[in-house]
């Protein structure tokens, strides 16, 4: 007997595949709208910052902390100070005493070099006034045999000369007296107010008063050098009233006064050249112990700078206005991570979307965040937004509430940013872990 298989009829195989179409076309619409559900976590937009206490003065230990937690700080605020702090204190009043005992010796250098180079200089004025009157005297001599006798006009207007000068030099040191009086009352002054300055001003004072003294070696050796040329200047017009009373008077020329006269010219010159050598050299002296001084100024202000900066690492403050989460470290204790800084004025939802559900959500998609026993006045629920998503996977963190979760699942961060009402009222439970739906229909 031949069986034939039974074949339904072409319209019941078309109403079934249409059927199953339908189903299908249902079951992904539905999963379409189906809410994205995670787990996220409550954290500051600024995320949190962890304070690390420097160790390059050795182990950082907390001496004294200047907050507690939920404290609200400012940007730059000290948090605390460490141990280290006076050793770095005595090292910046050291270098603080160096610098200024260095700014001391350059002024001492500056009023000795410039009182050597005045004694230079009029040494070097009496070796020419010696050499000019060891030339006159020669040019006399040589003259001596052609020349009777000078007429007394030329006398007369060389012995007004010397009077002149003599008028000249003797006001010059009688004036040494009154300028030496008002230099001294200049530096008696300034001893006086540095005896009256008060601590801080004491340095300023001192200062003041090095360089009132060595104005004063300053003055009165210029007024020395020149009643030195003057009486210079008064030798000279005395010998040549000499020479020329004494030409008058010999009527002879000696051989042995004119060789005398060239070899006192000749020993003037080399006087001369000498001390125009050592002016020259003095100078040089001064100008390499001022470099010296100044190159020792520089090197302890570098150091006292740098003793400055040790003992600001000695404070660890805060890099930005907010508030203290967490201390970790407290006196007596030593510091790694000192605290948890972070600004809870914006707010965040650091949600974890599974693999299988990262396709469904994009930047700026709705976000429902579910904390317990938080509402918002109108009993609205809490709302936000999907700013970021993030670009690589990584196993999940945060654990689901059902025990039936797989744990081990890879996920993908989403920033989610809440409104400013949703944020105010999250500020007070960073690091809470709250379920999040995405896309949620109302």
Not at 128 to 143: D, G, Q, V, Y
Request: with cysteine; proline share 4%; hydrophobic share 45%.
């Amino acid at each position: 007997m031949l069986v034939r298989a039974y074949k339904p009829p072409m319209r019941y195989t078309q109403c079934l595949s249409g059927l199953l179409l339908s189903l299908c076309t249902c079951v992904l619409s539905t999963a379409a709208e189906q809410a994205v559900g995670c787990q996220g976590r409550i954290m500051p937009a600024s995320r949190i910052h962890r304070l690390i206490a420097p160790a390059d003065q050795g182990v950082p230990i907390v001496k004294k902390l200047f907050v507690t937690e939920g404290d609200a700080v400012e940007e730059g605020q000290p948090i605390a100070s460490l141990r280290a702090e006076e050793p770095a204190k005595e090292l910046l009043a050291q270098a603080n005493a160096r610098h200024q005992l260095a700014v001391a010796e350059l002024a001492s250098a500056r009023s000795a070099g410039n009182l050597a180079k005045h004694e230079a200089a009029r040494a070097v004025v009496e070796a020419r006034s010696t050499l000019a009157e060891a030339e006159l005297a020669l040019a006399l001599a040589k003259t001596l045999g052609t020349r009777r006798r000078l007429p007394d006009e030329n006398v007369q207007e060389a012995r007004a000369a010397l009077s002149a000068q003599g008028r000249a030099r003797a006001l010059l040191q009688a004036n040494r007296a009154s300028l030496a009086a008002r230099l001294d009352a200049a530096v008696n002054t300034a001893q006086t107010q540095e005896n009256e300055a008060s601590w801080g001003a004491k340095r300023i004072a001192t200062a003041a008063l090095e360089e009132a003294r060595a104005a004063r070696t300053l003055a009165l050796a210029e007024h020395d050098t020149r009643v030195t040329a003057a009486t210079a200047e008064e030798e000279i017009l005395k010998a040549k009233l000499a020479a020329t009373l004494a030409l008058n008077a010999r009527y002879e020329r000696e051989p042995a006064e004119v060789e005398s006269a060239v070899k006192q010219v000749t020993l003037a010159k080399q006087r001369l050249s000498i001390l125009e050598a050592n002016t020259v050299a003095v100078a040089q002296h001064h100008t390499d112990t001022i470099a010296a001084a100044e190159a020792a100024i520089a090197e302890a202000a570098a150091s006292a700078r740098l003793a400055q900066i040790r003992l600001d690492m000695t404070h660890v403050r805060t890099p930005l206005k907010g508030h203290v989460l967490r201390l970790l470290a407290y006196p007596g204790e030593t510091a790694g991570i000192l605290a948890e800084i972070a600004d809870i004025s914006h707010m965040t939802v650091e949600a974890e979307v599974s693999i299988a559900d990262i396709s469904r959500v994009r930047a700026g998609d709705s976000a429902t965040i579910y904390v317990p026993g938080v509402k918002t006045e109108t009993g609205k629920p809490l709302t936000g937004k999907i700013s970021r998503l993030g670009l690589r996977a990584f196993v999940g963190a945060l654990a689901d509430e059902d025990p039936a979760a797989f744990k081990d699942l890879r996920v993908f961060p989403v920033i989610i940013e809440l409104t400013p009402e949703t944020s105010t009222l999250l500020r007070a439970y960073t690091g809470v872990q709250v379920s999040v739906r995405i896309n949620e229909k109302p």
